[in-house]
């Protein structure tokens, strides 16, 4: 199974953008790239994903490296809401859209 | 919409004892999941179906045993608990649709002693 190495730990400022790397060396050509985040004491909740290019959406923007082995979540302005744990997750879609979640980076925002 | 809810939100058991868990979406998704979360862990897959009248195992499924009980509930046994289970469990299910993504319950926080 490929797998995700992610930073334990990150923090932010209030309104600053926010970068939250992932590694993903063995990824393969069908795995879909997916972050999710889990604010505390809540269920996990999606924040975007992506195969090969960039991509935007409201609550965030996800680049791409061009050989697909890292990418990284953009936060455009954090805010005290964002803190939470972040995931960054291969689905296979070969294997039943298997998604095996790591630990995550747990952002931290000071106001 | 109410999404995805689960019973009970909290739970104590004795080991041995045995419980069920119940999920409901009302999304209309083929697919749903049952995953544990232990203390500073990320989530692991114990039983999913693919649809209405399959299930499958995932990462972790000893001790567990699931029923799909028809398109909108899937249900989680655990028919001797152990304090190796004490966890956070969460429902999922997958939109298969765009964007493909799962949508998870609030979770049952569970303690067995």
């Known amino acids: 199974d490929a797998k995700t190495t992610q930073p334990n730990s990150m923090e932010s400022n209030e309104e600053e953008p926010v970068h939250l790397p992932c590694n993903h060396s063995?990824?393969?050509?069908?795995?879909?790239i997916h972050w999710y985040r889990q604010l505390p004491s809540q269920g996990p909740e999606y924040v975007i994903h992506?195969?090969?290019s960039n991509v935007n959406n409201r609550m965030a923007s996800l680049a791409i490296a061009e050989d697909r082995k890292s990418s990284t979540l953009i936060l455009h302005r954090a805010t005290l809401r964002d803190a939470a744990v972040y995931y960054c997750?291969?689905?296979?879609?070969?294997?039943?859209?298997?998604?095996?979640f790591g630990a995550g980076t747990r952002l931290t925002v000071k106001p | 919409n109410a999404g995805v809810t689960q019973t009970p939100k909290f739970q104590v058991l004795k080991t041995g004892q045995s419980m069920t868990l119940q999920c409901a979406q009302d999304?209309?998704?083929?697919?749903m999941y049952w995953y544990r979360q232990d203390p500073g862990m990320g989530l692991r897959l114990i039983y999913y179906?693919?649809?209405?009248?399959?299930?499958d195992k995932g990462e972790v499924p000893n001790g567990y045993n699931v029923s799909r009980l028809n398109k909108r509930e899937f249900s989680l046994r655990l028919e001797s608990a152990a304090p190796s289970q004490t966890s956070v469990y969460f429902c999922?299910?997958?939109?298969?649709?765009?964007?493909?993504?799962?949508?998870f319950g609030p979770g049952t926080r569970l303690t067995v002693l």
């Open positions: 063995t990824i393969s050509g069908t795995d879909y």
């Open positions: 999922a299910s997958r939109s298969g649709g765009a964007p493909d993504t799962q949508y």
């Open positions: 999304m209309n998704h083929n697919s």
């Open positions: 992506g195969l090969t």
């Open positions: 179906s693919a649809s209405e009248g399959t299930t």
């Open positions: 997750i291969l689905r296979d879609v070969s294997n039943n859209n298997d998604m095996r």
